[in-house]
């Protein structure tokens, strides 16, 4: 059954629509956005029970960051890089879980999570330094996930590397405002943050390799659930891809919706251009098989995860080569029905040209990399243990 959150934002969507223009013109998303998607609960859908969330099948996520996507890129976007963040919080510290959630179930966690900073131990916790770039759906956030390296008592990272995450409140780190100026998903407001020597309690923090294992974090919160027994890497992608299949939709319906009655220069109608409507039956059937490739990827490791089997590595492997292979099928899809769409499709006030820029920007996201991804899977189905940089990201 269709899960209530996806039910409300199909029954938001005229209003979500309604919101992408001036989203983008902002560079962030607009009050409006932001009450719709709290007022669908789409945020709220990875979120642990005892504090207000749904703790959904990650299935029932998915299906609702692409069904808000195919509204609004930007706003899709940043649910799923944003609805994401309750999942990892869960596996938290309880004391942290009650700061962020305690008074507002509805709070919001940016993040990024590239290391892109130094922690460097002090007395109950971390000092912590750095800038990190694409903090998507920022303003609209309280606290911040941040990706670090584990410093030595200089400040200088340790060898071999070991990455945290942490997390801070707003009052401990500054947004640069003028560092999102993008092509495509401009509305998601994917800014640098900058945090200069904040302290860090060390409860707010948590080793990455435990969270990238699943079941590790999971037992050490106590959370029996199943969703917070899966791995990292199948988690944060699945937000991400997600965001990306539904932009392809919505596409795909406004291409279908100018298409109907367009007529091109000249004189045929392309209700009877056969090669037209041939590329249009393509691109749909492609797009439907990324999402149901995705969603199939997902929910056979919560099977394996609520059947108490370790996901391996080989599993990983195989739905992260199938997850990225989505995204490229999905947006290779637009291209091909937007390369038909006539030199109208490119004026501003025609929907597609957004959904089309979109589309490419969420493809440029690292957990869309094919290449060293595919390497280490085509070595894992021979046989083969894949070794150093190639089990990164996996």
Not at 248 to 271: F, N, P, S
Not at 279 to 297: K, P, V
Not at 345 to 371: K, S
Request: proline residues 4%; charged residues 20%; hydrophobic residues 45%.
């Amino acid at each position: 059954m269709t899960h209530e959150v996806v039910n409300r934002v199909a029954e938001l969507s005229g209003q979500l629509a309604a919101t992408a223009e001036e989203t983008e013109r902002l560079g962030k998303l607009s009050d409006e956005s932001v009450k719709l998607i709290r007022q669908a609960g789409v945020m709220r859908l990875l979120q642990p029970a005892d504090f207000g969330g749904y703790a959904a099948h990650p299935r029932d996520f998915a299906e609702a960051v692409m069904a808000v996507a195919r509204h609004c890129g930007s706003t899709g976007w940043v649910c799923g890089v944003g609805g994401v963040h309750p999942w990892e919080m869960a596996l938290m510290d309880r004391r942290l879980q009650n700061e962020v959630w305690g008074e507002n179930p509805d709070t919001w966690i940016a993040s990024p999570y590239a290391a892109q900073g130094v922690a460097t131990p002090a007395d109950g916790g971390y000092t912590l330094r750095g800038r990190w770039n694409f903090s998507s759906g920022t303003d609209h956030c309280d606290w911040i996930f941040l990706g670090a390296l584990l410093g030595d008592a200089d400040g200088n990272p340790v060898m071999p590397p070991a990455v945290l995450h942490v997390v801070l409140p707003r009052t401990d780190y500054t947004i640069v405002d003028d560092s999102w100026d993008v092509i495509g998903l401009q509305g998601t407001g994917s800014k640098d943050v900058v945090v200069d020597g904040a302290f860090i309690p060390a409860y707010r923090t948590i080793e990455f390799d435990a969270v990238a294992a699943g079941e590790i974090a999971a037992e050490r919160a106590g959370r029996t659930e199943t969703v917070y027994k899966l791995p990292f890497w199948a988690m944060f992608p699945l937000g991400i891809t997600s965001a990306v299949i539904g932009i392809a939709e919505g596409a795909l319906a406004a291409h279908l919706d100018y298409q109907r009655d367009r007529v091109t220069a000249m004189g045929t109608k392309i209700k009877d251009d056969p090669y037209v409507l041939s590329a249009i039956s393509e691109a749909a059937a492609d797009i439907a098989a990324s999402r149901t490739q995705l969603l199939d990827g997902i929910s056979r490791l919560y099977d394996q995860a609520e059947a108490g089997k370790t996901i391996t590595f080989e599993d990983r492997s195989l739905v992260r080569r199938n997850q990225v292979r989505c995204a490229w099928r999905a947006v290779s899809a637009v291209d091909e029905i937007f390369a038909r769409s006539g030199g109208n499709a490119v004026r501003r006030q025609n929907v597609m040209q957004r959904f089309w820029r979109d589309a490419h920007v969420g493809l440029q996201h690292a957990i869309h990399t094919p290449g060293s991804l595919y390497h280490s899977t085509a070595l894992t189905i021979m046989g083969i243990e894949p070794e150093g940089p190639l089990r990164a990201m996996i």
